[in-house]
Structures are given as C-alpha cells and as structure tokens.
C-alpha cells in the first residue's frame, strides 16, 4: 500500500518569512496530492491540490511542487500571516481509489 | 448551507457504553468516509463507503459498525466503548472515488471516561 512520509512535524518562521513543508510517497500509481489546513478546533479544509500531469501550482502565496521521478511534493507559502498558524496535513490517492493516505501533519507557527 | 454535518459535536460517555454519530452531506457525493484523529493528530482512515456500499474497512475493530441508509448519510456506532477510542471522529465526502476533493465535517469529539 501506499506510504506518505511528511517532514517536518513542527515549524515556526516569522512573519513573512516562507515556509516549506515535504511529503514523500511510496506508490507510483498516486497521482492526485491534495493538502489541507486544519486550524486548531476545527476540520481539515483542501487549501490547494495537484494532480500527477502537473509539475505545480498556485494560489496566490500558497505553492505546491510535485516530482513524480522522486516521488515527492512539496507546499510552499510566501510571506507568511499569523493567521497561516495551523497543522498542515499532505495526502496522496489513485483513480478509482476510495483513499486517501495522509501524512503525519506538520504544526506551523508564525511568529508576529 | 452545511455541506457535511454532523452530530454531536461532543460526545462524553463512559466505558462500555454504546454509541452513535451522525453525519450527512447534502453536496450530492457518492462516496462518504469515516477518520479517526487522535491526540497527536493522525489523521487515520477507518471507512469508506460509495452509493451506500462499504469499499474500504481499515482495521478497525468489529465493535465499530457503519450504517449507510442512503448516499447522504453515514453513521458510525460503537459498541463496548474504550478508553482508546477517545478522539476527534471526523466524516468526510468526495464527488467520486479517488482523485476528488474531500469535504470534512466539523468532527465529533469523543471523551470515553
């Protein structure tokens, strides 16, 4: 089965500063890596995603990179906000796949 | 406009005890999950059903039983609670299987006392 490995558990950054966390995975036949923030109390909500016919993707100060050879993706945010604060969980899936696997989470501070 | 809700949002009870969440979407999805996220924030998959049928059953222990009665609709019960099972109980749904956005509803904070 699939296998995703994200790094790292904890990161704190100032204001403004970016921020960059990385997952990894194990099955070649993943091709859709969603991401999603999860503020403290409250649910899991998709911030941005990439499928496998792409090499990255925007949305304003949120970034995510995929390499397929490496088997890794990764999410960057420019000019980190306070209000960035949460844990930040990375997933990977498959068509015709009713799972998602997730990485461990990574808790993000952003100090003012 | 709540697209995944469920119910309650706290559940305190004591071992041994029997219990049910609720969760239902109101998006149209086919496909309806169940995670458990315990303490240190695992987000761990436990079911997943499509049109009402179960697909996926992730070793999860008998006493927790879903029951789907129709595609808008996905419960949890446990029976013969335990301490261990204290944890946020999120619900979930896709428009399809795999390779589609996932919505989660609020999570239902499980106390087992």
């Known amino acids: 089965g699939e296998n995703v490995e994200q790094h790292p558990s904890t990161l704190s950054v100032q204001e403004g500063d970016s921020a960059v966390i990385k997952c990894t995975y194990s099955?070649?036949?993943?091709?859709?890596f969603p991401w999603y923030k999860q503020e403290l109390g409250k649910r899991p909500q998709l911030i941005i995603d990439?499928?496998?016919?792409?090499g990255e993707k925007k949305d304003q100060r949120i970034a995510v990179t995929l390499n397929k050879t490496a088997k890794h993706f990764s999410l960057h945010i420019t000019e980190t906000q306070p209000e960035d604060s949460a844990v930040y969980f990375c997933?990977?899936?498959?068509?015709?796949?009713?799972?998602?696997?997730f990485g461990s989470g990574t808790k993000l501070n952003v100090k003012p | 406009d709540t697209a995944v809700s469920q119910t309650p949002k706290y559940l305190v009870t004591q071992m041994g005890n029997d219990k049910s969440i609720k969760c239902e979407q109101n998006?149209?999805?086919?496909?309806m999950y169940w995670y458990k996220q315990d303490s240190k924030k695992f987000l761990k998959i436990m079911f997943s059903?499509?049109?009402?049928?179960?697909?996926i059953n992730e070793t999860v222990p008998n006493r927790f039983s879903p029951k789907s009665p129709d595609k808008a609709h996905l419960n949890l019960h446990i029976n013969s609670l335990e301490l261990g099972d204290s944890a946020v109980y999120f619900c979930?749904?896709?428009?399809?299987?795999?390779?589609?956005?996932?919505?989660f509803g609020p999570g239902t904070r499980l106390t087992v006392t």
């Open positions: 979930a749904s896709s428009p399809t299987t795999g390779t589609s956005q996932q919505y």
């Open positions: 099955d070649s036949a993943s091709n859709y």
């Open positions: 990439i499928r496998s016919n792409v």
């Open positions: 997933a990977a899936s498959k068509n015709n796949f009713n799972k998602f696997y």
């Open positions: 998006l149209g999805h086919d496909t």
């Open positions: 059903y499509n049109n009402k049928e179960l697909i």
